[in-house]
């Protein structure tokens, strides 16, 4: 039951928040009706940034997460795009990346493309860090406002491309501005990477603590994931780590197992997180360039071992080490550089068609 009719059962705003507030979870017909409410634009910002703030104390459910997601892509603007679509996606919530973001799942997704990966990668401009996804790739020159019709053929034609959250899901205009006068990070992080227009089965999610991963491999596994790596890295970072272990929830047809990488495995030298800061986008541009021109250090290590993982998920590296070695051959062969020059090239060639 979903809805206007199971948002009126459960007794609408103040039974609802009554029950959060109480510590209670909502069944996920009553999380899929309230995220309904929401995106028809009948709730008001102070009812959403209750609700926010609510669900992030008591914490989210696996049922309300599930409920969530499938609400938002019942609202969403359809994407087709190949099966074996990969996206690497963080959630946000790294402490150390709300002031020095580093875009490295970004830059990932289009060194995994160019290791032969099909990418599809879905995010947003930033909410409660230096510079969200969308803002990196805009800096980059790459074009985010793109027509579903084009980035389908974007995906097809060059093997990656950028699902912009805004454009695929513009109901989501209701909570946005409620996001951003919040400014910390809300279950909307987190239902982001899960909501993807595409309905994508092979991700790499990064998310900051082990608990939430944890919860965010349940539901995956529950909406029907066919290969998922999430990770948690050292530091409380939302990616694989190169400052310690990282702990992976690995979801496949065969349930969940929890798994340790120690960098020791892989072959990359343990950092500081100070040596892997981002900022600003146009730092980030920066940081990006250097790197698929060739420079090595901690930051190409971080987007390297990042795409590694994406490799696995989508099943052309056996385990990281692998997928490591064949993101560095991606970016020292040049591909990766290529790779982005035909991404900045697109709205030109749609454009000349």
Avoid: Y
């Amino acid at each position: 039951m979903t809805g206007s009719s199971a948002f009126d059962e459960a007794g609408g705003w103040p039974a609802i928040l009554g029950r959060i507030g109480s510590g209670s979870d909502l069944d996920r017909d009553q999380a899929h009706a309230v995220m309904s409410e929401i995106l028809r634009g009948d709730a008001t910002a102070a009812q959403i940034g209750a609700l926010l703030m609510g669900l992030a104390v008591k914490g989210e459910s696996t049922g309300e997460m599930a409920g969530f997601v499938e609400s938002m892509l019942a609202a969403s603007e359809p994407l087709s795009i190949p099966e074996d679509a990969l996206d690497i996606v963080g959630t946000g919530g790294s402490p150390h990346r709300r002031t020095h973001a580093v875009n490295a799942s970004t830059m990932a997704c289009i060194v995994a493309g160019a290791a032969g990966a099909v990418v599809c990668k879905h995010g947003n401009r930033r909410a409660s860090s230096t510079s969200g996804s969308f803002d990196f790739l805009e800096a980059l020159g790459i074009d985010i406002t793109i027509a579903p019709a084009d980035l389908e053929r974007c995906v097809a034609e060059i093997g990656v491309g950028f699902a912009f959250a805004r454009s695929f899901h513009p109901a989501m205009r209701f909570a946005g501005p409620v996001r951003a006068e919040l400014g910390v990070p809300t279950v909307f992080n987190t239902l982001g990477p899960l909501a993807h227009p595409g309905r994508i089965k092979r991700q790499l999610v990064g998310v900051a603590t082990e608990e939430k991963a944890a919860a965010v491999a349940a539901v995956l596994a529950q909406l029907g994931s066919h290969r998922a790596w999430v990770v948690t890295g050292a530091g409380g970072l939302d990616e694989v780590s190169t400052s310690g272990p990282s702990i992976i929830f690995d979801v496949s047809q065969a349930g969940i197992e929890r798994l340790t990488v120690d960098l020791e495995d892989v072959g990359v030298d343990r950092v500081e997180l100070s040596q892997v800061a981002g900022g600003s986008p146009a730092d980030n541009v920066a940081i990006f360039e250097r790197l698929i021109d060739g420079e090595t250090g901690p930051h190409r290590d971080l987007v390297a071992i990042n795409a590694g993982a994406g490799l696995v998920v989508a099943g052309l590296a056996d385990d990281l080490k692998q997928g490591f070695a064949l993101a560095n051959e991606a970016i020292d062969s040049g591909e990766a550089k290529r790779k982005l020059e035909r991404l900045r090239g697109f709205k030109a060639q749609v454009a000349a068609d």
